[in-house]
């Protein structure tokens, strides 16, 4: 069965720090993708980064970008240069094979402090 | 982009009574939405797939009775909670995919029931 797991449920970095959010996943399907979404204290869910478990390289958006391990089954995101915005949850979520369906670990909760 | 509205953002009701949640995408049609659910300080959970002109089809353990789903149009799903609980008390949040874009996740609704 398929499972995200976000081990660290709070993480504390500094403005203008890099912080990396770990997840890893299991899967038996070798097509999956693996996303990360930011959910601040409002609620919505933002999309952040998107990897395909058939691309070659790791995603970068922005100041996101996703540390891709496919042996060791981990997604890790990584946020450059923290703001006091970045402040919030982040969830890592896993679509397995040709689905919409989105399994969702667990989330850190990201403190950004000046 | 692509945008995926909900409504009400908050809705307070007594218990027994029925709640309807709506999921709009906005600028696009969605053949697919997905409801999701959100205990405090807990993952998003997959509740079901709402499918357009056809029954949705409910994740394990979620009672479809309870939960009545209605996809009426491409750019219309409702969710409605029926004679609802305190335990029933929840953010309720509706996803939708354009085409090959990252899944889109509207504003969520919280639910209280008293």
């Known amino acids: 069965a398929q499972k995200i797991t976000q081990t660290q449920p709070g993480m504390f970095v500094q403005e203008k720090e890099a912080v990396t959010l770990d997840c890893t996943y299991d899967t038996s399907d070798p097509s999956y993708g693996l996303f990360w979404y930011k959910q601040p204290s409002s609620g919505e869910m933002i999309f952040l980064i998107y990897q395909g478990s058939y691309d070659q390289q790791n995603a970068t958006e922005g100041r996101y970008s996703l540390n891709f391990q496919k042996a060791r089954k981990s997604a890790n995101l990584v946020i450059s240069a923290s703001q006091l915005g970045d402040s919030a949850m982040y969830f890592c979520a896993m679509r397995e094979g040709n689905t919409d369906k989105l399994i969702f670990g667990t989330g850190t909760r990201l403190q950004v402090f000046p | 982009g692509a945008v995926v509205s909900q409504h009400p953002s908050w809705v307070i009701c007594k218990s027994g009574t029925s709640v309807k949640i709506e999921c709009r995408s906005l600028d696009f049609q969605a053949t697919t939405m997905f409801w999701y659910r959100q205990f405090p300080k807990q993952s998003l959970m997959l509740m079901a797939t709402s499918n357009e002109g056809s029954k949705a089809t409910y994740e394990q353990g979620v009672e479809k009775d309870k939960f009545l789903i209605n996809h009426a149009s491409l750019t219309l799903s409702t969710l409605t909670v029926t004679s609802a609980h305190p335990e029933d008390s929840s953010f309720y949040i509706c996803?939708?995919?354009?085409?090959?874009?990252?899944?889109?996740f509207g504003n969520g609704t919280r639910l209280t029931v008293t």
């Open positions: 996803s939708a995919r354009e085409g090959n874009s990252p899944l889109h």
